[in-house]
């Protein structure tokens, strides 16, 4: 059973920072891409960042260009989202999801995690 | 950027009613490989979104089978042939077609 895990969430200053991880299990990790996907309070939902199997290939929406860093730890089976210069609109419940149709496959969102929650507020 | 416009916004059903959600894409969604990487999503109150239909039509293991996905380049639909209780709540689609991947803005299904 593929299982995703996310934690790391809190509340922040902004302009501060912090470290997401997503620990998966049931699948191969590092055959598979995986994305970060986060809802705002009471809002839809918004793709934030993808990373290839191999951790080579990364992307990103626009709005968090040159503020976040997609990672991954293959031997861990973990994947990191690096936030920093935190916004009031990053607060948002952020859940990781995984692609198993392939290493750069990144069409599948066929699994989610229980999402963990960031708040950026003074 | 491609844009996902979902309608209607909200769908109130009565139970054993069919339902239909549409979604448009502001770009066709046929890759160059020639598939169309157009996904449905469930998202039931407090819970994480699941995904129902992957590729336009595929429906994934253990979503029940009055779920259905259609359509072609711009225009797709996810059909439920007899609403129950359990199908409440709000559903998006997601193209994944181009970068940046994106979803529409979900439609949330009520029972009258």
């Known amino acids: 059973e593929v299982q995703l895990l996310e934690s790391g969430g809190g509340l922040v200053r902004p302009g501060g920072s912090l470290r997401l991880s997503c620990a998966a299990s049931g699948f191969t990790f590092s055959n598979s891409a995986m994305n970060w996907v986060r809802q705002a309070p009471g809002k839809g939902l918004e793709w934030v960042s993808a990373i290839s199997g191999s951790g080579s290939g990364t992307y990103y929406t626009d709005s968090v260009k040159g503020r976040f860093t997609i990672s991954r730890d293959n031997s861990r089976n973990t994947l990191y989202l690096q936030m920093s210069s935190l916004r009031v609109e990053d607060t948002a419940l952020y859940y990781c999801a995984s692609n198993i149709c392939g290493s750069d496959c990144y069409s599948g969102f066929d699994s989610w995690g229980q999402g963990t929650l960031v708040t950026v507020s003074s | 950027d491609v844009v996902m416009t979902q309608s209607p916004l909200s769908l109130p059903v009565t139970l054993g009613q069919p339902a239909s959600i549409s979604c448009r894409s502001s770009h066709s969604l046929v890759y160059s490989d020639g598939n169309t990487y157009l996904n449905w999503f469930q998202q039931r109150p407090g819970q994480s979104p699941r995904r129902l239909i992957y590729?336009?039509?595929n429906r994934d293991s253990g979503v029940p089978d009055r779920f259905s996905g259609s359509g072609s380049g711009t225009d797709f639909t996810l059909k439920i042939s007899r609403v129950e209780a359990e199908d409440v709540g709000v559903y998006y689609c997601m193209q994944a077609t181009r970068w940046p991947l994106t979803f529409g803005g979900g439609t949330k299904v009520e029972i009258k």
């Open positions: 590729k336009v039509s």
